[in-house]
């Protein structure tokens, strides 16, 4: 096996675990009461808080500067990431898991499209294909979309999935800024953007912070971390189109703890994106 296939091998294993900690945010949203703005603050605080021990234990000093120094390019990466994260939670808050959950799977269309005008890189006709099958996934769930609500919590889903598109390119186009430094920074962002708005924060008790604690630490501080690692030995379409595997974990998790049941719509087109997923896995490999 050549540095590559090990760089790529390793890259797809860390993006997968990334989106198994990831598809758990429904679960923990589900067990909090409050208002979306009141959970980013905590969880951005908790997350932000995981990230920076991971670089400080991993990078020592070293890790502590870039948490202090950042550049431009790192700024950018936390700020889309920061997008990202505000409009996620009222999404989930505003329509179904399952619509939120496949609307993840735009994520690879857009951010091959991005990285073609971007940086000139060309998708695999396997992956360009994947996407357009896990598009297809996405167009089948949300026609079953309801009332206004409905619709207000797809299309901050939507600018969810581009914000993490835009975030997937940039950080294969700057390989040398300190993502993970820059992944922490965004939570930091995200508190700091929440607390004008958060009405609830007098109201978390302890057992709610322990909630926020672990959401904050697993979803958000694990998921972004081993997302920024793995997602730059991977072309950028199929580091996003493997991130979409917690499509249809995040909606199990619900129906498991709450039996929040999926739509038949969103069944089928969640079939859709895993099966794109799989096959898009298997096809790398044997190239």
Same mark, same amino acid.
Request: proline letters at 4%.
């Given at each position: ?22 598809? $758990?945010?429904p679960f923990f ?52 990431? $920061? ?61 079953g979309a309801g009332? %206004? ?14 914000? %993490? ?5 940039? %950080? ?18 995200? =508190? ?35 997302f920024t690692i ?32 999926? =739509? ?24």
């Amino acid at each position: 096996m050549t540095d590559n296939d090990a760089q790529h091998r390793t890259g797809i294993a860390l993006v997968v675990a990334a989106a198994a900690a990831w598809s $758990t945010a429904p679960f923990f949203t589900r067990l909090l009461h409050f208002d979306s703005w009141t959970i980013l603050f905590w969880r951005g605080l908790f997350g932000g808080g995981a990230i920076a021990l991971f670089l400080l234990a991993t990078q020592g000093w070293r890790g502590a500067r870039d948490l202090v120094v950042m550049p431009a390019r790192g700024w950018l990466v936390a700020g889309l990431s $920061t997008l990202g994260m505000v409009t996620f939670i009222p999404a989930l808050q505003l329509t179904s898991v399952a619509n939120v959950a496949i609307i993840v799977a735009m994520q690879p269309f857009a951010a091959a499209a991005i990285a073609w005008l971007w940086l000139g890189e060309r998708a695999r006709p396997g992956t360009l294909l994947a996407s357009l099958v896990a598009l297809a996934g996405v167009a089948v769930t949300v026609s079953g979309a309801g009332d %206004i609500t409905d619709y207000r919590g797809i299309g901050l889903a939507c600018i969810m999935a581009l914000a %993490i598109a835009l975030m997937t390119v940039t %950080i294969r186009r700057h390989k040398g800024t300190p993502m993970v430094a820059a992944a922490a920074l965004s939570n930091v962002l995200g =508190s700091v953007v929440s607390l004008p708005f958060a009405q609830g924060i007098g109201a978390v008790t302890g057992a709610d912070l322990d909630v926020l604690a672990m959401f904050g630490a697993c979803q958000v501080g694990l998921g972004l971390t081993l997302f920024t690692i793995g997602s730059r030995f991977l072309p950028s379409g199929q580091a996003s189109l493997i991130a979409t595997l917690e499509t249809p974990l995040m909606p199990f998790w619900v129906w498991l703890a709450f039996a929040e049941v999926p =739509s038949l719509r969103a069944l089928i087109g969640g079939a859709l994106v895993m099966g794109a997923v799989v096959a898009d896995i298997v096809a790398s490999q044997r190239t």
